[in-house]
């Protein structure tokens, strides 16, 4: 079955400064691939998503970018502000009818 | 527009009792997912629904639990006899139906934090 791995699990920058997470992924059938910010006590919430037919996607400060041939994605978060703290998820799916299997995730602190 | 609906959203229970999950999709969408969440971890998948058919519920334990969405109704994960380990957040997700056959993001409700005395 799928298995998605994530680095780093802990990541700590400055405010104003750029994060990158970065997810692998086994099934090269997968093709769908969701992130999801959860904060401590919260339901995780999806902040960006992208489909194996598309390379980069941007949502204002923030953007994934996906390599089907080595098979993994990235979260890249620029100008990161201290309501950017939290937990975030990758998980990937092979399409419709499939359920998503998560990476471990991430927890960014965005020091002031 | 309301989003996905879980009760309660903290429950406690004794080793042995049963405890009833429940999670009402947003408007809409047919699809019910149930994951469960350990502190400082992941979200492990646990079983996918539609309305009346179980179509994955190969992340679920094969004794003590089940899950079900029926035609009327909200979808329930029921523990029995529940033991210390099943303390956890449980998050259940729903998605749309079959309008498009590519994936559609799941929406995730608020979770049910289940604590076992």
């Known amino acids: 079955g799928e298995n998605v791995e994530q680095h780093p699990s802990t990541l700590s920058v400055q405010e104003g400064d750029s994060a990158v997470i970065k997810c692998t992924y086994s099934d090269s059938a997968s093709n769908y691939f969701p992130w999801y910010k959860q904060e401590l006590g919260k339901r995780p919430q999806l902040i960006i998503d992208?489909?194996?037919?598309?390379g980069e996607k941007k949502d204002q400060r923030i953007a994934v970018t996906l390599n089907k041939t080595a098979k993994h994605f990235s979260l890249h978060i620029t100008e990161t502000q201290p309501e950017d703290s939290a937990v975030y998820f990758c998980?990937?799916?092979?399409?419709?009818?499939?359920?998503?299997?998560f990476g471990p995730g991430t927890r960014l602190s965005v020091l002031p | 527009n309301a989003g996905v609906m879980q009760n309660p959203r903290h429950l406690v229970r004794r080793r042995g009792q049963e405890a009833r999950l429940r999670c009402s999709p947003m408007?809409?969408?047919?699809?019910v997912y149930w994951y469960r969440q350990l502190p400082e971890e992941g979200l492990k998948f646990m079983v996918y629904l539609q309305k009346e058919n179980i179509i994955d519920e190969s992340g679920m334990p094969k004794e003590r639990f089940s899950a079900e969405f029926p035609k009327e109704g909200p979808s329930i994960l029921r523990i029995q006899q529940v033991v210390r380990g099943d303390s956890a957040a449980y998050f259940c997700?729903?998605?749309?139906?079959?309008?498009?056959?590519?994936?559609?993001?799941?929406?995730f409700g608020d979770g049910t934090r289940l604590s076992i005395l």
């Open positions: 997700a729903s998605s749309p139906g079959q309008r498009t056959y590519s994936n559609q993001p799941q929406h």
């Open positions: 408007k809409g969408h047919s699809h």
């Open positions: 998980a990937a799916s092979k399409g419709y009818g499939q359920n998503f299997v």
């Open positions: 992208i489909r194996s037919n598309v």
